[in-house]
């Protein structure tokens, strides 16, 4: 061989890197981080930047770190068993709390206004007014019901409400770790509530942003707390509520979950940004959304019941392996 090959060879900087940190980047290069990244219900516009994002999170540890969740859909089962789970608005179609007249009602509304908050075609300018006038007639329903909050914990407790395969290992591993989980929720927060605390996973790390009822001195639903919220303002609530929390301050990096694009805006509020990984549960006309929701969140989970992706991404983050 010429020597002045031999010299060039010689000359190429990863010769002289000590073995360990080659084999340290050998295995980097090969090795998934996340191998449940690989499951076939995952889709991605770009698993490399997901996997930097994931690895930058990791640097920067769990102290660093904050969840931003959806509930409806998103922490609770699409399905089961072939059926629809009940959402914290459909829970309150119970017996026990509202006549055959208002779930009629509430079916009805449905019907109506759910097709839209999906339709792919409509933009959310569109939507907004729609949202507003379907939640608000949902409410004004209720209200009328009288629904008693001495029956909400029975309502639940008889409903076929499920939180997604993964759950207690999600909310138990978030309390371990000391990361603040905040849930934005379109639905009704006195049924939320219930829904974690039947299932024992409401620890003091679990902070909720929803709709939340005002009874009055007999226990009976006389009105709805605050502003609206639904699908689509969730970036409102952020922004006003979210930097109210002291938990959430310098926690810069966000893992985001939520089966709506307008769950995207969920951390709108949070200062200072840094790495933000969203995760977006499409439960349902997969084909005709499918496209919309790959270019919107770094993962897409299609049709996917369970917390298994989310868990062995916050497993990585804050294991302490080049954790340095």
């Not at 759910?114 to 792919?120: F, G, H, N, V």
């Not at 109210?244 to 200062?271: F, H, I």
Request: glycine fraction near 4%; charged fraction near 25%; aromatic fraction near 8%.
């Amino acid at each position: 061989m010429p020597v002045n090959r031999l010299k060039m060879i010689y000359q190429i900087p990863w010769i002289y890197t000590p073995a360990r940190t080659v084999l340290a980047i050998w295995n980097q290069l090969t090795k998934s981080q996340v191998p449940e990244l690989s499951k076939c219900s995952v889709l991605m516009r770009d698993r490399s930047s997901v996997e930097e994002t994931i690895h930058a999170m990791q640097r920067a540890g769990a102290g660093s770190l904050q969840v931003i969740s959806d509930f409806d859909m998103t922490l609770t089962k699409f399905a089961h068993e072939g059926k629809r789970v009940p959402t914290t608005h459909n829970i309150l179609d119970n017996r026990l709390l509202i006549s055959e007249d208002g779930t009629k009602k509430m079916r009805e509304l449905l019907n109506t206004y759910y097709p839209i908050e999906i339709d792919p075609s409509r933009s959310i300018e569109e939507k907004l007014p729609l949202m507003v006038e379907w939640w608000t007639k949902v409410h004004q329903m209720l209200i009328q019901e009288r629904i008693r909050k001495d029956l909400l914990a029975q309502a639940v407790k008889e409903s076929k409400a499920m939180l997604r395969d993964g759950y207690k290992a999600f909310f138990d591993h978030l309390e371990e770790q000391q990361i603040p989980l905040l849930i934005f929720s379109a639905g009704v927060g006195d049924i939320l509530e219930e829904v974690i605390q039947q299932n024992q996973v409401f620890h003091p790390n679990v902070h909720i942003i929803s709709n939340y009822m005002d009874f009055d001195q007999t226990g009976a639903l006389q009105a709805f707390q605050g502003q609206l919220i639904h699908t689509f303002n969730k970036r409102e609530g952020a922004l006003s509520r979210a930097a109210t929390l002291r938990e959430l301050q310098g926690r810069p990096n966000v893992l985001l979950l939520g089966d709506s694009l307008g769950d995207l805006t969920m951390a709108d509020g949070v200062p200072e940004q840094e790495h933000i990984l969203t995760i977006g549960f499409l439960n349902d006309q997969v084909e005709e959304r499918k496209e919309s929701y790959i270019n919107s969140f770094d993962i897409v989970l299609v049709k996917d019941e369970t917390l298994d992706v989310p868990n062995a991404i916050l497993r990585y983050i804050t294991s302490l392996r080049d954790n340095k």
